[in-house]
């Protein structure tokens, strides 16, 4: 048997109290599988009274994740604390320049300061693994990082939000926006604040950093269009069922001719696609390639064990002394990030308008959407029983559902614009874009 591999957890929380569990459930196991034990031999979090209903025999205290990481007692630190600054950076520096290597699930770290970090771990000879940052469970960056790594990615989508895919498949179920957020925060799936996840901020950490895993570009959190789901309405959800599609809260990142599109928003999908079908809190990523064609993995995207698999998965890694560039390629041969446009983003787009019950309404707005060059699929004023069209006032306000062809975004805003000035529709227009598949 060889030397103990001694790991420091420096946050105890729904993911870091699962990390624990399941390295003391398999210790034995897993020892005589790597040939070495692998041992948690310290720990830090806010409150060392709390009951977390683990064992903490053998396991040194710290109150300061900074003062765990570099203690010589630790060769590993895994970092299951949070948040893109504070505590979890400090300490995530403090055990690269110390030459230790890393095991973090934190998106909003690496989003911020990935690209930095890996740079560090390189000078400092240490490794910076992050599978659990993205997708939960689903062993997305080891996939990209090293089985799809001979093709030449031109797309990539997923479900990248537990918390999201479970409220919008709850409302499917007919069940309201609140109580299916409360369920998913009781569930353990949402972020502290869960504006991160509803509002996309949390799938756009992720894109960004499967973005530079899967082209080879520098991380820019903030180069992403981002669009929530607080947005979407029962309505939509009905309406996307009956144009047989659903909806999802998609990331995607795309080479096109002006750079790579990074965006985050609602979309349509088809109901009779693969990423349609994934419900609940799973999640999925499709990555599409020039000799690979499509492939999509997907799995549980949240919640403290699926992600304690895939912490453990890199834990094993550093216990066999894989070695890997935490990005795919030295950090100094990433490429400076070229965003495209979102008003240039070709597709469909589904509109819902609340149009105003008088004569021309309906042809102005399929004339504004000529004028654009925009093609229409199909416009459906959806029918229900005599009485019961939305008011506003004393005016009734009949819904219409449009499904454009391909388009772009700009054709689109534009029509939208005119049509809203001109006060043919009540309020602004939905706008979902259509992913095609
Ligand atoms: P929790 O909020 O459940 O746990 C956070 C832990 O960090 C707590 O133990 C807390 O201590 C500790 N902590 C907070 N601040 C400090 C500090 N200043 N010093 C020391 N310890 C501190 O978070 P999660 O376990 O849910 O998430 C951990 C990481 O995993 C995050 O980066 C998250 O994004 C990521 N992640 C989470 C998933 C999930 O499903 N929950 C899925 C995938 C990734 P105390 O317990 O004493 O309050
Ligand atoms: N809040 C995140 C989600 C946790 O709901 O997917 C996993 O990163």
Not at 137 to 153: F, M, Q, S, V
Request: net charge negative.
């Amino acid at each position: 048997m060889h030397e103990p591999l001694r790991l420091g957890i420096a946050g105890l929380g729904t993911v870091g109290a699962s990390v624990v569990r399941l390295l003391q459930g398999h210790g034995d196991a897993l020892a005589s599988q790597l040939g070495r034990p692998v041992h948690v031999v310290a720990a830090s979090a806010r409150d060392e009274g709390r009951d977390r209903g683990l064992s903490m025999l053998d396991i040194a205290w710290h109150d300061d994740p900074v003062g765990l990481a570099r203690s010589t007692t630790i060769d590993v630190l895994v970092e299951l604390i949070g948040g893109a600054d504070g505590a979890a950076h400090a300490s995530v520096r403090a055990a690269l320049n110390a030459g230790k290597s890393v095991v973090t699930a934190n998106k909003a770290l690496l989003a911020a300061h990935g690209v930095e970090l890996a740079r560090l771990a390189e000078e400092r000879g240490a490794q910076l693994a992050f599978e659990a940052a993205v997708g939960g469970g689903i062993p997305i960056i080891k996939t990209l990082r090293e089985a799809l790594a001979g093709n030449r990615l031109t797309r990539l989508y997923g479900i990248l939000n537990g918390t999201c895919n479970f409220i919008l498949t709850r409302m499917e179920q007919g069940m309201a926006y609140p109580a299916a957020l409360a369920e998913a925060q009781a569930l353990g799936y949402a972020e502290a604040d869960p504006s991160f996840d509803v509002e996309g901020l949390d799938t756009a950490h992720k894109l960004a950093i499967l973005t530079s895993v899967a082209f080879g570009t520098e991380i820019d959190r903030d180069a992403i269009f981002v669009e929530g789901i607080s947005g979407i309405e029962p309505e939509d959800i009905a309406a996307a069922d009956e144009l047989g599609y659903r909806i999802k809260l998609l990331g995607v990142a795309q080479r096109t001719e002006s750079g790579i599109e990074q965006r985050v928003h609602p979309t349509m999908v088809p109901r009779d696609s693969d990423i349609a079908r994934v419900s609940g809190v799973t999640n999925a990523v499709a990555v599409e390639g020039d000799f690979i064609g499509s492939v999509m993995l997907s799995g549980p995207g949240a919640g403290g064990n699926a992600t304690a698999s895939a912490v453990v998965g890199d834990i094993i890694d550093l216990a066999r002394g894989v070695r890997v560039p935490p990005l795919g390629r030295p950090a100094a041969s990433l490429q400076p990030y070229r965003q495209a446009r979102i008003q240039a983003h070709e597709g469909g787009y589904y509109l819902r308008l609340k149009v105003r019950d008088r004569p021309g309404a309906f042809a102005a707005i399929a004339n504004r959407m000529a004028e654009a060059g925009i093609s229409l699929d199909s416009i459906v004023q959806r029918n229900r029983p005599p009485g019961t069209a939305p008011k506003h006032g004393t005016e009734v306000l009949q819904p219409v559902t449009i499904i454009t062809h391909s388009t772009t975004e700009q054709a689109v805003r534009s029509a939208l614009g005119k049509i809203e000035a001109e006060g043919e529709i009540f309020g602004r227009a939905q706008m979902i874009r259509i992913e095609a598949l």
